[in-house]
């Protein structure tokens, strides 16, 4: 499972190297899911995923605020925008702490 989540990580920090803010948070949700499914099968404990899940969503929140989003002609809010009003990017949790 570390194997599993540590690819995902890189291709988070691959598509962030690529400027590709839409990537960047597809491939987190890919690594949320191989957390939660780890979880599931009692590979992780669910205190300790939920921490590595907040720690994630931070900087995953912090790669996409600095990469360049589609500009308000596109739709867009600007950088790293969740959406036209801006705010946090789709995977962010409502209440900050990134649990379910």
Do not use: N
């Amino acid at each position: 499972l570390a194997d599993a989540l540590r690819k995902r990580a890189d291709e988070v920090l691959d598509r962030y190297r690529e400027d590709d803010a839409e990537e960047v948070v597809a491939r987190s949700e890919d690594l949320f899911e191989e957390l939660s499914k780890g979880v599931e099968e009692g590979k992780v404990d669910p205190v300790r995923a939920g921490r590595i899940r907040r720690a994630f969503d931070a900087m995953v929140s912090l790669i996409v605020a600095e990469l360049p989003g589609p500009t308000p002609e596109e739709g867009g809010g600007g950088p790293g925008s969740g959406g036209p009003g801006g705010g946090p990017p789709p995977h962010a949790e409502a209440d900050g702490r990134g649990e379910d």
